[in-house]
C-alpha cells in the first residue's frame, strides 16, 4: 500500500535541500518534490553518524545552492542526473571526511539507518548519497 503521508524532515530545513527559486516559489510545499525513503535517507545518515551536516546553504550565504535539488535552471552536473529527479544528495559533514563517510557506510551498509542509500559517487570531496533504483547492495560509481 502506498503512503499517504508526507515525511517531514528532522535534521534539515526544506531550503537546504532546494535552491533559492525553488524555496520562493514553493516554500515548506517544496517537500512535495521529494519521496518520503528519499527524505528518510538523510535523516537517518545523520543520525548514524551524529555529526551536523550540510547540504545547501545557500539560505546563509554560503556558496551550495545545486546539492540536493536540481532544477531546469541548474547548469551544474549531468542532464540525467538523478538530483532532477530529487533523489540524491551531496553532503558536507562536519569532522569527517566523505572518504571516511564511505569506508563506514560502505562497512555497515545492513546497518538499519543505512538501508535507503543505494549509490554513492566515489573519488569526490563530499558524499554523494542517492536512490536509484539498483540493487539491494549500495553500489558505488564514478561519473
Known amino acids: 500500500m502506498a503512503e499517504t503521508y508526507r515525511y517531514i524532515c528532522k535534521h534539515f530545513k526544506i531550503y537546504e535541500l532546494v535552491d533559492p527559486a525553488t524555496y520562493r516559489r514553493f516554500g515548506e510545499q517544496a517537500w512535495m518534490f521529494f519521496d518520503n525513503d528519499t527524505l528518510r535517507m538523510i535523516d537517518r545518515l545523520r543520525e548514524y553518524f551524529n555529526v551536523p551536516m550540510v547540504i545547501n546553504d545557500w539560505h546563509w550565504g554560503g556558496k551550495f545552492q545545486w546539492s540536493g535539488l536540481r532544477t531546469v535552471d541548474c547548469t551544474e552536473g549531468s542532464t540525467w542526473s538523478i538530483h532532477r529527479l530529487a533523489k540524491a544528495f551531496d553532503i558536507k559533514a562536519k569532522d569527517i571526511s ?32 542517492d536512490r536509484a533504483n539498483v540493487e539491494n547492495r549500495i553500489v558505488l560509481f564514478n561519473p
Not at 109 to 126: A, G
Open 98 to 129: 566523505a572518504d571516511a563517510m564511505r569506508d563506514e557506510i560502505m562497512a555497515h551498509q545492513d546497518h538499519p539507518f543505512l538501508k535507503y542509500i543505494n549509490r554513492m559517487e566515489d573519488d569526490v570531496s563530499w558524499l554523494h548519497v
